[in-house]
């Protein structure tokens, strides 16, 4: 069973960073696509950046591109990511979600739908 924590949450003014970490157990998967979705209040979740724990492209929604960066520490099975320049629409709560089944496009936005591991969340608050 796949079990996923997500931290790094918080609260920053507008331009600052913060990086969230979602620890992976109970992985025994060679190649796993793994992403970070959002979801604000009244809005639906959304793929912020995807990728598969083998390597290959990444996804980033064109809200975040430049912004956000997704990376991972396969030594510690943890995802990383990276947020700089944060924006008051940035506020969600961020969600680490994993399965090995979902096709990991760079081009299209992974669906909330397809992933069968979630982590609990982390909010981020980005002030003006």
């Known amino acids: 069973q796949v079990q996923l924590v997500e931290s790094g949450g918080g609260s920053v003014q507008a331009g600052g960073s913060l990086r969230l970490s979602c620890a992976a157990s109970?992985?025994?998967?060679?190649?796993?696509?793994m992403a970070w979705f959002r979801q604000a209040p009244g809005k639906e979740r959304e793929g912020v950046a995807a990728?598969?724990?083998?390597?290959?492209?990444?996804y980033y929604a064109d809200s975040v591109k430049g912004r956000f960066t997704i990376s991972q520490d396969n030594a510690k099975n943890t995802l990383y990511l990276q947020m700089n320049s944060l924006k008051p629409e940035d506020t969600a709560m961020y969600y680490c979600?994993?399965?090995?089944?979902?096709?990991?496009?760079?081009?299209?936005?992974?669906?909330?739908?397809?992933?069968?591991?979630w982590g609990q969340g982390t909010q981020v608050t980005v002030s003006s």
């Open positions: 109970g992985y025994t998967y060679s190649s796993c696509c």
């Open positions: 979600a994993a399965d090995p089944l979902v096709y990991c496009s760079a081009a299209y936005a992974p669906s909330p739908r397809s992933f069968g591991y």
């Open positions: 990728k598969y724990t083998s390597g290959g492209s990444t």
